[in-house]
Protein backbone atom coordinates (compact mmCIF):
# COMPACT_ATOMS: atom_id res chain seq x y z
CA UNK A 1 0.00 0.00 0.00
CA UNK A 2 0.97 3.21 -1.15
CA UNK A 3 1.96 5.65 1.81
CA UNK A 4 2.40 9.96 1.41
CA UNK A 5 5.90 11.39 3.55
CA UNK A 6 4.03 11.67 6.57
CA UNK A 7 3.30 8.20 6.67
CA UNK A 8 -0.46 8.02 5.91
CA UNK A 9 -1.49 5.09 3.75
CA UNK A 10 -3.39 6.16 0.05
CA UNK A 11 -6.34 4.55 -1.38
CA UNK A 12 -9.24 1.92 -0.60
CA UNK A 13 -6.79 -0.06 2.48
CA UNK A 14 -5.99 3.23 3.57
CA UNK A 15 -9.52 4.53 3.90
CA UNK A 16 -10.48 1.29 5.65
CA UNK A 17 -7.62 1.19 8.03
CA UNK A 18 -8.05 4.69 9.28
CA UNK A 19 -11.89 3.63 10.52
CA UNK A 20 -10.79 -0.38 11.24
CA UNK A 21 -7.29 -1.21 11.42
CA UNK A 22 -6.89 -3.77 9.41
CA UNK A 23 -3.69 -3.20 7.52
CA UNK A 24 -2.08 -2.46 10.88
CA UNK A 25 -2.72 -5.57 12.49
CA UNK A 26 -1.89 -7.44 9.59
CA UNK A 27 1.89 -5.70 8.87
CA UNK A 28 2.05 -5.86 12.89
CA UNK A 29 1.01 -8.48 13.84
CA UNK A 30 1.14 -10.75 11.22
CA UNK A 31 3.25 -9.75 8.18
CA UNK A 32 5.79 -7.90 10.62
CA UNK A 33 5.70 -10.85 13.40
CA UNK A 34 9.26 -11.31 14.30
CA UNK A 35 9.65 -14.96 14.28
CA UNK A 36 13.12 -16.97 15.31
CA UNK A 37 14.99 -17.93 12.00
CA UNK A 38 15.40 -21.39 13.54
CA UNK A 39 11.94 -23.09 13.20
CA UNK A 40 11.87 -26.34 11.93
CA UNK A 41 9.52 -28.33 11.18
CA UNK A 42 7.64 -28.95 14.52
CA UNK A 43 6.07 -25.69 14.24
CA UNK A 44 4.21 -26.36 11.37
CA UNK A 45 1.49 -27.70 13.27
CA UNK A 46 -0.19 -24.84 15.04
CA UNK A 47 -0.56 -23.03 11.63
CA UNK A 48 -1.89 -26.70 10.47
CA UNK A 49 -4.54 -26.51 13.40
CA UNK A 50 -5.79 -23.22 12.74
CA UNK A 51 -6.21 -24.44 9.02
CA UNK A 52 -8.08 -27.55 10.37
CA UNK A 53 -10.65 -25.32 12.86
CA UNK A 54 -11.85 -23.24 9.93
CA UNK A 55 -12.48 -26.89 7.86
CA UNK A 56 -14.54 -28.29 11.02
CA UNK A 57 -16.45 -25.29 11.14
CA UNK A 58 -17.40 -25.16 7.43
CA UNK A 59 -17.69 -29.08 7.18
CA UNK A 60 -20.00 -28.91 10.35
CA UNK A 61 -22.44 -26.27 9.09
CA UNK A 62 -23.57 -28.26 6.29
CA UNK A 63 -23.76 -31.29 8.35
CA UNK A 64 -25.67 -29.26 10.49
CA UNK A 65 -28.08 -28.61 8.17
CA UNK A 66 -28.87 -31.96 7.14
CA UNK A 67 -28.07 -33.41 10.65
CA UNK A 68 -31.76 -34.57 12.75
CA UNK A 69 -31.13 -35.03 16.28
CA UNK A 70 -33.88 -37.32 16.97
CA UNK A 71 -33.11 -40.92 18.06
CA UNK A 72 -35.68 -42.23 15.42
CA UNK A 73 -33.79 -40.36 12.58
CA UNK A 74 -30.06 -39.73 13.61
CA UNK A 75 -28.61 -42.53 12.70
CA UNK A 76 -30.16 -42.80 9.14
CA UNK A 77 -29.73 -38.61 8.67
CA UNK A 78 -26.14 -39.01 8.68
CA UNK A 79 -25.94 -42.40 6.83
CA UNK A 80 -28.10 -42.12 4.06
CA UNK A 81 -29.50 -37.94 4.00
CA UNK A 82 -26.12 -36.81 4.52
CA UNK A 83 -24.08 -39.88 2.96
CA UNK A 84 -25.61 -40.73 0.19
CA UNK A 85 -28.83 -38.35 -0.83
CA UNK A 86 -27.31 -34.87 -0.69
CA UNK A 87 -25.03 -33.92 -3.08
CA UNK A 88 -21.40 -34.22 -1.87
CA UNK A 89 -22.64 -35.00 1.67
CA UNK A 90 -20.48 -37.99 1.54
CA UNK A 91 -17.36 -35.70 0.96
CA UNK A 92 -18.30 -33.08 3.63
CA UNK A 93 -18.95 -35.94 6.35
CA UNK A 94 -16.00 -37.83 5.40
CA UNK A 95 -13.64 -34.31 5.90
CA UNK A 96 -15.51 -33.45 9.05
CA UNK A 97 -14.69 -36.74 10.22
CA UNK A 98 -10.93 -37.14 9.22
CA UNK A 99 -10.53 -33.37 10.11
CA UNK A 100 -11.68 -34.68 13.75
CA UNK A 101 -8.84 -37.30 14.11
CA UNK A 102 -5.90 -35.23 12.36
CA UNK A 103 -6.98 -32.63 14.32
CA UNK A 104 -5.78 -35.00 17.64
CA UNK A 105 -2.18 -35.82 15.93
CA UNK A 106 -1.71 -32.04 15.34
CA UNK A 107 -2.66 -31.23 19.01
CA UNK A 108 -0.49 -34.06 20.18
CA UNK A 109 2.35 -32.79 18.11
CA UNK A 110 1.99 -29.42 19.03
CA UNK A 111 1.99 -30.45 22.79
CA UNK A 112 5.02 -32.32 22.50
CA UNK A 113 6.91 -29.92 20.33
CA UNK A 114 6.08 -27.52 23.22
CA UNK A 115 7.52 -29.95 25.85
CA UNK A 116 10.57 -30.50 23.94
CA UNK A 117 11.32 -27.02 23.43
CA UNK A 118 10.30 -25.86 26.96
CA UNK A 119 7.96 -23.52 25.81
CA UNK A 120 5.86 -23.89 28.88
CA UNK A 121 8.23 -21.53 30.57
CA UNK A 122 8.38 -18.12 32.13
CA UNK A 123 6.94 -16.04 30.36
CA UNK A 124 4.99 -18.31 28.30
CA UNK A 125 2.95 -19.97 31.41
CA UNK A 126 -0.01 -18.66 30.38
CA UNK A 127 -0.06 -19.31 26.81
CA UNK A 128 0.72 -23.16 27.50
CA UNK A 129 -2.23 -22.81 30.37
CA UNK A 130 -4.78 -21.51 27.57
CA UNK A 131 -3.33 -24.52 25.90
CA UNK A 132 -3.95 -26.78 28.04
CA UNK A 133 -7.19 -25.32 28.30
CA UNK A 134 -7.77 -25.92 24.66
CA UNK A 135 -7.07 -29.82 24.75
CA UNK A 136 -9.96 -29.84 27.49
CA UNK A 137 -12.30 -28.31 25.23
CA UNK A 138 -11.46 -30.13 22.06
CA UNK A 139 -11.47 -33.57 24.00
CA UNK A 140 -15.00 -32.11 25.12
CA UNK A 141 -16.29 -31.37 21.64
CA UNK A 142 -15.01 -35.05 19.91
CA UNK A 143 -16.90 -36.56 22.75
CA UNK A 144 -19.70 -34.48 21.97
CA UNK A 145 -19.46 -35.01 18.22
CA UNK A 146 -19.17 -38.58 18.88
CA UNK A 147 -22.68 -39.53 20.10
CA UNK A 148 -24.55 -37.88 17.22
CA UNK A 149 -24.48 -40.87 14.31
CA UNK A 150 -26.45 -42.93 16.88
CA UNK A 151 -24.64 -45.66 16.33
CA UNK A 152 -23.64 -48.69 18.99
CA UNK A 153 -20.05 -47.29 19.91
CA UNK A 154 -21.40 -44.05 19.94
CA UNK A 155 -23.98 -44.82 22.38
CA UNK A 156 -22.44 -47.29 24.70
CA UNK A 157 -19.10 -45.42 24.47
CA UNK A 158 -21.10 -42.69 25.67
CA UNK A 159 -23.35 -44.51 28.60
CA UNK A 160 -19.65 -45.79 29.63
CA UNK A 161 -17.76 -42.37 30.11
CA UNK A 162 -20.86 -40.40 32.14
CA UNK A 163 -20.97 -43.52 34.08
CA UNK A 164 -17.74 -42.54 35.27
CA UNK A 165 -18.64 -39.08 35.65
CA UNK A 166 -21.12 -40.69 38.77
CA UNK A 167 -18.19 -41.81 40.57
CA UNK A 168 -17.39 -37.95 41.61
CA UNK A 169 -18.50 -37.94 45.44
CA UNK A 170 -21.29 -35.57 46.41
CA UNK A 171 -22.02 -34.28 42.89
CA UNK A 172 -21.14 -36.90 40.58
CA UNK A 173 -24.55 -38.44 40.42
CA UNK A 174 -26.57 -34.84 39.31
CA UNK A 175 -23.85 -34.08 36.86
CA UNK A 176 -24.14 -37.18 35.20
CA UNK A 177 -28.36 -36.56 34.94
CA UNK A 178 -27.89 -33.59 33.74
CA UNK A 179 -25.65 -34.69 31.05
CA UNK A 180 -27.75 -36.57 29.95
CA UNK A 181 -30.93 -34.99 31.02
CA UNK A 182 -32.21 -38.46 31.97
CA UNK A 183 -31.14 -41.58 33.75
CA UNK A 184 -30.10 -43.39 30.32
CA UNK A 185 -28.66 -41.61 27.48
CA UNK A 186 -31.52 -41.05 25.38
CA UNK A 187 -33.45 -38.40 23.20
CA UNK A 188 -32.82 -35.61 25.78
CA UNK A 189 -29.21 -36.74 25.54
CA UNK A 190 -28.82 -36.37 22.08
CA UNK A 191 -30.43 -33.29 21.87
CA UNK A 192 -28.16 -31.83 24.49
CA UNK A 193 -24.87 -33.22 22.96
CA UNK A 194 -25.81 -31.63 19.52
CA UNK A 195 -26.67 -28.30 20.94
CA UNK A 196 -23.20 -28.01 22.86
CA UNK A 197 -21.02 -29.40 20.15
CA UNK A 198 -22.83 -27.10 17.35
CA UNK A 199 -22.48 -24.35 19.76
CA UNK A 200 -21.69 -23.69 22.83
CA UNK A 201 -18.20 -25.81 22.45
CA UNK A 202 -17.16 -24.84 19.48
CA UNK A 203 -17.30 -21.23 20.30
CA UNK A 204 -15.59 -21.48 22.76
CA UNK A 205 -12.74 -23.40 21.70
CA UNK A 206 -12.57 -20.27 18.48
CA UNK A 207 -12.90 -17.70 21.52
CA UNK A 208 -9.90 -19.89 23.88
CA UNK A 209 -7.64 -20.01 19.99
CA UNK A 210 -8.03 -15.91 20.17
CA UNK A 211 -6.69 -15.96 23.77
CA UNK A 212 -3.57 -18.63 22.86
CA UNK A 213 -2.67 -16.59 19.81
CA UNK A 214 -3.32 -12.88 21.34
CA UNK A 215 -0.56 -14.67 24.19
CA UNK A 216 1.49 -15.85 21.61
CA UNK A 217 2.17 -12.10 20.56
CA UNK A 218 2.62 -10.98 23.30
CA UNK A 219 6.03 -13.07 24.72
CA UNK A 220 6.87 -13.69 20.91
CA UNK A 221 7.93 -17.66 19.97
CA UNK A 222 10.07 -19.94 21.19
CA UNK A 223 12.42 -22.03 18.99
CA UNK A 224 14.05 -25.07 19.03
CA UNK A 225 17.26 -23.62 20.55
CA UNK A 226 15.01 -22.28 23.82
CA UNK A 227 16.68 -19.08 23.22
CA UNK A 228 14.74 -15.58 23.93
CA UNK A 229 15.18 -14.07 20.52
CA UNK A 230 13.49 -10.45 21.94
CA UNK A 231 16.62 -10.03 24.26
CA UNK A 232 18.74 -9.24 21.70
CA UNK A 233 17.43 -6.05 19.25
CA UNK A 234 18.85 -4.04 17.11
CA UNK A 235 18.79 -0.22 17.20
CA UNK A 236 15.26 -0.25 15.51
CA UNK A 237 13.99 -3.04 18.25
CA UNK A 238 13.70 -5.79 15.68
CA UNK A 239 15.13 -9.28 17.45
CA UNK A 240 18.80 -9.63 15.40
CA UNK A 241 17.66 -13.61 15.37
CA UNK A 242 14.29 -12.95 14.23
CA UNK A 243 12.82 -12.74 10.49
CA UNK A 244 9.55 -10.99 9.55
CA UNK A 245 6.61 -14.13 9.52
CA UNK A 246 5.63 -12.65 5.70
CA UNK A 247 6.91 -13.98 3.23
CA UNK A 248 9.50 -16.42 5.32
CA UNK A 249 6.89 -18.53 7.27
CA UNK A 250 3.53 -17.84 5.34
CA UNK A 251 5.76 -19.50 1.99
CA UNK A 252 6.88 -22.36 4.70
CA UNK A 253 3.05 -22.99 5.83
CA UNK A 254 1.98 -23.29 3.00
CA UNK A 255 4.68 -25.77 2.10
CA UNK A 256 3.59 -27.48 5.14
CA UNK A 257 -0.52 -27.47 4.47
CA UNK A 258 0.28 -28.89 0.57
CA UNK A 259 1.58 -32.01 2.52
CA UNK A 260 -1.01 -31.53 5.04
CA UNK A 261 -3.56 -31.51 2.46
CA UNK A 262 -2.49 -35.04 0.01
CA UNK A 263 -2.84 -36.40 3.37
CA UNK A 264 -5.89 -35.38 4.89
CA UNK A 265 -7.70 -36.04 1.18
CA UNK A 266 -5.74 -39.25 1.16
CA UNK A 267 -7.66 -40.32 4.23
CA UNK A 268 -11.26 -38.81 3.42
CA UNK A 269 -10.87 -40.13 -0.50
CA UNK A 270 -9.50 -43.25 -0.22
CA UNK A 271 -9.57 -44.55 3.51
CA UNK A 272 -12.08 -42.73 5.51
CA UNK A 273 -12.47 -45.08 8.25
CA UNK A 274 -8.62 -44.96 8.70
CA UNK A 275 -8.80 -48.96 9.12
CA UNK A 276 -11.18 -48.37 11.69
CA UNK A 277 -9.55 -45.56 13.90
CA UNK A 278 -11.42 -42.63 12.07
CA UNK A 279 -14.58 -44.74 12.17
CA UNK A 280 -15.53 -47.88 14.52
CA UNK A 281 -17.30 -50.37 11.95
CA UNK A 282 -20.37 -50.96 15.15
CA UNK A 283 -21.03 -47.53 14.39
CA UNK A 284 -22.20 -48.49 11.57
CA UNK A 285 -24.99 -50.98 13.27
CA UNK A 286 -28.19 -48.24 14.93
CA UNK A 287 -27.89 -47.38 19.13
CA UNK A 288 -29.72 -50.23 20.71
CA UNK A 289 -30.14 -49.43 24.66
CA UNK A 290 -30.67 -53.68 24.99
CA UNK A 291 -28.10 -54.38 23.38
CA UNK A 292 -24.78 -53.89 25.13
CA UNK A 293 -21.38 -54.43 22.91
CA UNK A 294 -19.14 -56.94 23.86
CA UNK A 295 -16.09 -54.38 23.77
CA UNK A 296 -16.96 -50.88 23.74
CA UNK A 297 -14.07 -48.25 23.69
CA UNK A 298 -13.72 -44.72 22.64
CA UNK A 299 -12.00 -43.07 19.25
CA UNK A 300 -8.12 -43.71 19.24
CA UNK A 301 -7.37 -39.95 20.82
CA UNK A 302 -8.53 -40.71 23.84
CA UNK A 303 -7.83 -44.66 24.10
CA UNK A 304 -4.69 -43.63 26.78
CA UNK A 305 -7.08 -41.68 29.18
CA UNK A 306 -9.49 -44.92 28.80
CA UNK A 307 -6.60 -47.25 29.49
CA UNK A 308 -6.34 -45.23 32.65
CA UNK A 309 -10.28 -45.20 33.74
CA UNK A 310 -10.14 -48.74 32.88
CA UNK A 311 -6.63 -49.75 34.61
CA UNK A 312 -7.03 -48.28 37.94
CA UNK A 313 -9.29 -50.73 40.04
CA UNK A 314 -11.82 -47.51 41.61
CA UNK A 315 -13.83 -45.65 39.62
CA UNK A 316 -13.48 -42.65 41.41
CA UNK A 317 -9.39 -42.97 41.58
CA UNK A 318 -9.70 -43.88 37.65
CA UNK A 319 -11.54 -40.79 37.28
CA UNK A 320 -8.55 -38.87 39.22
CA UNK A 321 -6.01 -40.48 37.22
CA UNK A 322 -7.53 -39.17 33.93
CA UNK A 323 -7.99 -35.84 35.45
CA UNK A 324 -4.61 -35.83 36.79
CA UNK A 325 -2.98 -36.39 33.48
CA UNK A 326 -4.64 -32.85 32.06
CA UNK A 327 -3.13 -31.46 35.80
CA UNK A 328 0.20 -32.49 35.39
CA UNK A 329 0.45 -31.88 31.53
CA UNK A 330 -0.67 -27.98 33.17
CA UNK A 331 1.69 -28.27 36.35
CA UNK A 332 4.41 -28.29 33.44
CA UNK A 333 5.91 -24.96 34.53
CA UNK A 334 6.06 -25.83 38.05
CA UNK A 335 7.55 -29.16 37.46
CA UNK A 336 10.25 -28.26 35.18
CA UNK A 337 11.80 -25.07 36.56
CA UNK A 338 14.95 -25.90 34.87
CA UNK A 339 16.36 -22.44 32.97
CA UNK A 340 17.54 -24.50 30.40
CA UNK A 341 14.76 -24.66 27.86
CA UNK A 342 15.12 -26.66 25.11
CA UNK A 343 15.90 -30.54 24.86
CA UNK A 344 18.83 -29.94 22.62
CA UNK A 345 20.46 -28.57 25.76
CA UNK A 346 19.28 -30.84 28.45
CA UNK A 347 20.76 -34.28 29.70
CA UNK A 348 21.02 -37.28 28.55
CA UNK A 349 19.01 -38.86 31.31
CA UNK A 350 16.48 -36.03 31.01
CA UNK A 351 16.16 -36.71 26.95
CA UNK A 352 15.71 -40.24 27.30
CA UNK A 353 12.94 -39.34 29.93
CA UNK A 354 11.29 -37.02 27.48
CA UNK A 355 11.12 -40.14 25.38
CA UNK A 356 9.75 -42.18 27.79
CA UNK A 357 6.77 -39.87 28.50
CA UNK A 358 4.95 -39.98 25.36
CA UNK A 359 6.16 -43.79 24.56
CA UNK A 360 4.18 -44.95 27.82
CA UNK A 361 1.20 -42.59 26.52
CA UNK A 362 1.46 -44.42 23.43
CA UNK A 363 1.57 -48.10 25.23
CA UNK A 364 -1.85 -46.95 27.21
CA UNK A 365 -3.48 -46.46 23.82
CA UNK A 366 -2.58 -50.03 22.66
CA UNK A 367 -3.42 -51.73 25.85
CA UNK A 368 -7.04 -50.08 25.69
CA UNK A 369 -6.86 -50.95 22.32
CA UNK A 370 -6.99 -54.51 23.28
CA UNK A 371 -9.93 -56.71 25.27
CA UNK A 372 -11.48 -55.85 28.83
CA UNK A 373 -9.48 -58.45 30.35
CA UNK A 374 -8.27 -58.28 33.97
CA UNK A 375 -4.24 -58.65 32.69
CA UNK A 376 -4.68 -55.99 30.33
CA UNK A 377 -5.93 -53.81 33.18
CA UNK A 378 -3.22 -54.54 35.03
CA UNK A 379 -0.64 -53.60 32.84
CA UNK A 380 -2.85 -50.48 32.40
CA UNK A 381 -2.50 -49.91 35.68
CA UNK A 382 1.81 -50.09 36.30
CA UNK A 383 1.83 -47.85 33.01
CA UNK A 384 -0.35 -45.25 33.99
CA UNK A 385 2.30 -45.23 37.16
CA UNK A 386 5.04 -45.05 34.67
CA UNK A 387 3.46 -42.28 32.80
CA UNK A 388 3.02 -40.29 35.76
CA UNK A 389 7.04 -40.87 37.15
CA UNK A 390 8.03 -39.61 33.78
CA UNK A 391 6.38 -36.01 35.02
CA UNK A 392 7.26 -36.99 38.66
CA UNK A 393 10.78 -36.81 37.89
CA UNK A 394 10.82 -33.98 35.98
CA UNK A 395 11.75 -31.99 39.61
CA UNK A 396 14.93 -33.96 39.81
CA UNK A 397 16.18 -32.60 37.17
CA UNK A 398 15.66 -29.21 37.77
CA UNK A 399 19.67 -28.75 38.81
CA UNK A 400 22.25 -31.21 39.25
CA UNK A 401 21.84 -33.23 42.08
CA UNK A 402 24.51 -34.27 44.59
CA UNK A 403 24.76 -37.89 45.01
CA UNK A 404 22.80 -37.81 48.63
CA UNK A 405 20.25 -35.71 46.87
CA UNK A 406 19.89 -38.42 44.05
CA UNK A 407 19.72 -41.27 46.68
CA UNK A 408 16.93 -39.63 48.48
CA UNK A 409 14.74 -39.23 45.10
CA UNK A 410 15.76 -42.65 44.33
CA UNK A 411 13.95 -43.78 47.81
CA UNK A 412 11.21 -41.40 47.83
CA UNK A 413 9.68 -42.35 44.75
CA UNK A 414 10.52 -46.41 44.54
CA UNK A 415 8.53 -45.77 48.28
CA UNK A 416 5.68 -43.79 46.41
CA UNK A 417 5.29 -46.13 43.75
CA UNK A 418 5.66 -49.75 45.74
CA UNK A 419 3.01 -47.97 47.93
CA UNK A 420 0.42 -46.95 45.50
CA UNK A 421 1.19 -50.45 44.08
CA UNK A 422 -0.13 -51.89 47.28
CA UNK A 423 -3.01 -49.55 48.00
CA UNK A 424 -4.11 -51.04 44.22
CA UNK A 425 -4.02 -54.06 45.63
CA UNK A 426 -5.88 -53.44 48.43
CA UNK A 427 -8.31 -51.82 46.98
CA UNK A 428 -9.39 -54.37 44.15
CA UNK A 429 -7.11 -57.74 44.86
CA UNK A 430 -5.85 -58.69 41.83
CA UNK A 431 -4.00 -61.70 41.63
CA UNK A 432 -0.43 -61.12 42.77
CA UNK A 433 1.16 -62.98 40.39
CA UNK A 434 -0.39 -60.76 37.94
CA UNK A 435 0.21 -58.04 39.92
CA UNK A 436 4.28 -58.80 39.82
CA UNK A 437 4.49 -59.67 36.16
CA UNK A 438 4.72 -55.76 35.69
CA UNK A 439 4.68 -54.39 38.63
CA UNK A 440 8.25 -54.02 38.40
CA UNK A 441 8.06 -51.80 35.29
CA UNK A 442 7.39 -47.95 37.01
CA UNK A 443 9.96 -49.04 39.98
CA UNK A 444 12.33 -50.37 37.23
CA UNK A 445 12.25 -47.67 35.03
CA UNK A 446 12.72 -44.94 37.88
CA UNK A 447 15.33 -47.30 39.32
CA UNK A 448 17.44 -47.32 36.07
CA UNK A 449 17.45 -43.28 35.66
CA UNK A 450 18.48 -42.75 39.02
CA UNK A 451 21.15 -45.46 39.59
CA UNK A 452 22.47 -43.96 36.01
CA UNK A 453 22.59 -40.64 37.64
CA UNK A 454 24.40 -41.83 40.47
CA UNK A 455 26.66 -43.98 39.39
CA UNK A 456 27.54 -41.88 36.31
CA UNK A 457 26.87 -38.06 37.06
CA UNK A 458 27.67 -37.00 33.83
CA UNK A 459 24.13 -38.53 32.66
CA UNK A 460 22.52 -35.89 34.34
CA UNK A 461 24.33 -32.71 33.09
CA UNK A 462 23.04 -30.25 31.14
CA UNK A 463 25.28 -28.77 28.15
CA UNK A 464 25.85 -25.53 27.73
CA UNK A 465 23.52 -23.01 25.54
CA UNK A 466 24.92 -21.26 23.29
CA UNK A 467 24.27 -17.40 23.26
CA UNK A 468 22.72 -17.54 19.35
CA UNK A 469 20.85 -19.58 17.53
CA UNK A 470 22.80 -22.22 15.72
CA UNK A 471 21.65 -22.00 12.06
CA UNK A 472 24.22 -23.64 10.09
CA UNK A 473 25.87 -20.66 10.06
CA UNK A 474 23.36 -18.18 9.42
CA UNK A 475 23.73 -16.50 12.41
CA UNK A 476 25.22 -13.17 11.69
C1 LIG B 1 -6.93 -25.58 18.52
C2 LIG B 1 -5.76 -25.82 19.05
C3 LIG B 1 -4.56 -24.96 18.90
C4 LIG B 1 -4.24 -24.05 17.92
C5 LIG B 1 -5.07 -23.68 16.70
C6 LIG B 1 -2.95 -23.52 18.25
C7 LIG B 1 -2.29 -22.59 17.48
C8 LIG B 1 -0.99 -22.17 17.69
C9 LIG B 1 -0.20 -21.40 16.75
C10 LIG B 1 -0.67 -20.93 15.37
C11 LIG B 1 1.00 -21.19 17.31
C12 LIG B 1 2.19 -20.47 16.66
C13 LIG B 1 2.83 -21.41 15.64
C14 LIG B 1 3.51 -22.59 16.28
O1 LIG B 1 4.27 -22.36 17.22
O2 LIG B 1 3.26 -23.73 15.85
C15 LIG B 1 0.98 -21.80 18.64
C16 LIG B 1 2.03 -21.77 19.55
C17 LIG B 1 2.01 -22.37 20.80
N1 LIG B 1 1.02 -23.20 21.30
FE1 LIG B 1 -0.73 -23.63 20.38
N2 LIG B 1 -2.50 -24.09 19.41
C18 LIG B 1 -3.44 -24.97 19.85
C19 LIG B 1 -3.36 -25.79 20.97
C20 LIG B 1 -2.32 -25.76 21.90
C21 LIG B 1 -2.20 -26.63 23.03
C22 LIG B 1 -3.17 -27.75 23.37
C23 LIG B 1 -1.06 -26.28 23.71
C24 LIG B 1 -0.45 -26.84 24.97
C25 LIG B 1 -1.02 -27.63 25.82
C26 LIG B 1 -0.46 -25.18 22.99
C27 LIG B 1 0.71 -24.52 23.35
C28 LIG B 1 1.40 -23.63 22.55
C29 LIG B 1 2.67 -23.03 22.88
C30 LIG B 1 3.45 -23.22 24.19
C31 LIG B 1 3.04 -22.24 21.80
C32 LIG B 1 4.35 -21.44 21.64
C33 LIG B 1 5.37 -22.44 21.18
C34 LIG B 1 6.70 -21.89 20.83
O3 LIG B 1 6.79 -20.70 20.51
O4 LIG B 1 7.66 -22.69 20.90
N3 LIG B 1 -1.23 -24.90 21.90
N4 LIG B 1 -0.24 -22.39 18.83
Request: net charge positive; proline share 6%.
Amino acid sequence: MKTDPAGKEHGVMGWINRRLPVVDIWRDQLAGYAAPKNFNIWYFFGSLMLLVLVLQFATGLFLAIHYQPNPNLAFWSVLRSIGRDSRWGWLIRDMHVTGASLFFVLIYLHIYRGIMYGSYKKPRELLWLVGVAIYLILAAEAFLGYLLPWGQMSYWGSTVVVNFVTAIPVVGKAIAEWMRGSFVVGAPTLNRFFIFHVFLVPFSLLALVLVHMIALHQVGSNNPDGIEVRDDCNEDGWPREAVPFHPYYTVKDVFGVSIFMVIFFWFVLYNPSGWGFLLDKLNYVPANAIKTPSDIHPLWFFLPFYAMLRGVPDKLYGVIAFAGAFLVLAGLPLLDRNPVRSIRYRSTLYKINLLVMPATFLALGYIAGGSASESNMVVGLHVTEMFYATFFLLPYFNRQRSRAATLVWLVVLEAVVWMVDYWMYAIHAHSWSLMLQTDWLPALYIAVVLLLALVVPRLSADARVPEQLTMGGLTH
